[in-house]
């Protein structure tokens, strides 16, 4: 089975930082990958998902997502964040030839101060 | 696209008594819907997979007597929590997976409160 780890569960930056969200999953075969992101009181939302081809994935509201497999890593990333950005973002992982089952990582609360 | 609905957002209930919730694709066909619980400060938990037609498959540890889950259409599944006790209290949330894209689309999910 996947498992998906995040770390840093809390983050507090300011307007304008750069933000970078780490996520390792542990599984052998070939993977989907995935950033969701929940805002206050909101669903969660796809920011970006990684299939295949270009390990950079752009996503929705300036945030990419690299794959680095020798890493077992899809770390998020956005170089200024805006006070809109504060949510929760969870990273999460379905085997490529399994059932769809998503493993989801314990996610990151995410503030920005304006 | 992709919109996931659920019903109702919110529920409060006396505890044995069972109640429905579910879960709709608005705008796209799901053949298989999966239904979490979320805990407070805490990552979502996969509670089983619905899929259209047939039964539904539980994770490990979840009481599919107690999570009744229906899938009797293309684009609605419902979860009936039976005889709910208080710490079935929870944040239900639902997804339904769009096309052969792999890719979830989550619902606004459920919060269910058992007195």
């Known amino acids: 089975a996947q498992s998906v780890s995040q770390h840093n569960h809390h983050v507090i930056l300011s307007e304008a930082a750069s933000l970078e969200l780490g996520c390792n999953y542990s599984?052998?075969?070939?993977?989907?990958l995935f950033w969701y992101v929940q805002y206050p009181g909101q669903h969660l939302q796809l920011l970006l998902k990684y299939f295949s081809g270009d390990p950079l994935v752009k996503g929705i509201k300036g945030f990419e997502a690299e794959f680095i497999k020798s890493k077992f890593s899809f770390n998020l990333r956005k170089p200024s964040v805006q006070w809109s950005d504060t949510a929760e973002y969870f990273c999460a992982v379905n085997a490529r030839s399994g059932n769809n089952r998503l493993a989801f990582g314990k996610g990151n609360q995410v503030v920005v101060i304006p | 696209g992709a919109v996931v609905s659920q019903h109702p957002s919110r529920v409060i209930c006396k505890s044995g008594t069972s109640v429905k919730i579910e879960c709709r694709s608005l705008?796209?066909?799901?053949?298989?819907m999966f239904w979490y619980r979320q805990f407070p400060k805490k990552s979502l938990m996969l509670m089983a997979t619905?899929?259209?037609?047939?039964?539904?498959?539980?994770e490990q540890g979840v009481e599919k007597d107690k999570f009744l889950i229906n899938h009797a259409s293309l684009t609605l599944s419902t979860l009936t929590v039976t005889s709910a006790h208080p710490e079935d209290s929870s944040f239900y949330i639902c997804s339904a997976l769009a096309g052969v894209g792999e890719t979830q689309y989550f619902g606004p999910g459920t919060r269910l409160l058992v007195l």
């Open positions: 599984y052998g075969g070939t993977v989907n």
């Open positions: 619905s899929n259209e037609g047939s039964k539904a498959t539980y």
């Open positions: 705008d796209f066909q799901a053949t298989t």
